[in-house]
């Protein structure tokens, strides 16, 4: 039986269901909360998940990959008391965002990428829990020092565990492009790779070209208007699925429970948009209406996710 890592253990990849695989439980930095405890309320985020983890399960989703790292305050044991109370599983990452601390400047790509594989093989810290995805970063600075060594460290992760990597990306930048070339350059399989935030792009011979080298494509930050529309996001999924990409495409929000960044208040105010229920609220009516047929969606939502956690290498835990 195939089966993947979740916070409360291992799942069999055909018990996934509907998942959206790029969100976020908890983001914050690292470090704040350590120092200015009365800026955390972890009861009070406990029960603001509680109550998203069960309104995105009576949507009928019924997986979640956690893509949050290091330099975005991972807290293991907060994600795991998260996924205790939930009807929805979380599928959780190791990996590094783009602004990593000094650690990571400071220490070489083997080194990096034996902290991943630590937390796929052996668990994340004392917790227990063992990540099933490895997440890394490229933003608008590009490729800089820091962050080629934790995209080579994530591709030498990506091959001694046979788990996916799942990427962010400034799509305007194209930086899903060099992202994969440096992938290539370390030998990993391109379909193991999932090159995220391309929704944010309505740049068809960039998203093609993504998905012809063989990676899939997150189209996963419905609701944030401010990279793209929503009505162009739509159209540019549309588009790609009536020309057959439905096989390589996978969806979600980037959205949060809970951020340092932005309270719950200002969320509403400025992203109202931006949250666990929309892809099932608005975008797939809207896809729907759009010409994607209901197995597309289905294919999206349910066999991609499950594929790509499916694929690990043969006799590997
Ligand atoms: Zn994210």
Known sequence: ????????????????????????????????????????????????AERKMADLHKRGIRTIV????????????????VAKRSPVRVIVATGVWWMPQRYFTAHGVDEVA????????????????????????????????????????????????GVPISTHTWAAGRSGEAQQAIFAQEGVDLSRVIIGHSGDSEDL???????????TIGMDRFGLEQYLPTAKRVEVLAKLCAEGYAGKMVLSHDANCW??????DAKRRTRPLW?????SDDILPALRKAGVAVDQIDQMLVRNPRAIFEARKPGRA
Request: glycine share 8%.
């Open 205 to 215: 011979g960039y998203l093609r070209g993504l998905m012809e080298r063989g990676s």
């Open 66 to 81: 956690d893509l949050t790292t290091v330099d975005l305050g991972r807290d293991i044991d907060l994600i795991a008391a």
């Open 275 to 279: 949250h666990y229920n929309h892809i």
């Open 114 to 161: 034996a902290l991943f594989i630590r937390d796929i093989t052996q668990g994340i810290g004392a917790s227990g829990v063992k990540a099933a995805i490895i997440k890394c970063a490229t933003d608008t600075a590009g490729v800089t020092p820091v962050i080629e060594n934790v995209l080579r460290a994530s591709a030498r992760a990506q091959k001694a565990t």
């Open 1 to 48: 039986m195939n089966t993947v890592d979740t916070a409360l253990g291992p799942v069999a990849t055909a018990e996934l269901g509907p998942t959206l695989m790029h969100e976020h439980i908890v983001t914050r930095s690292p470090g704040v909360q350590e120092n200015w405890p009365h800026l955390w309320d972890r009861t009070n985020i406990l029960e603001i």
């Open 259 to 264: 951020s340092d960044m932005l309270s719950e």
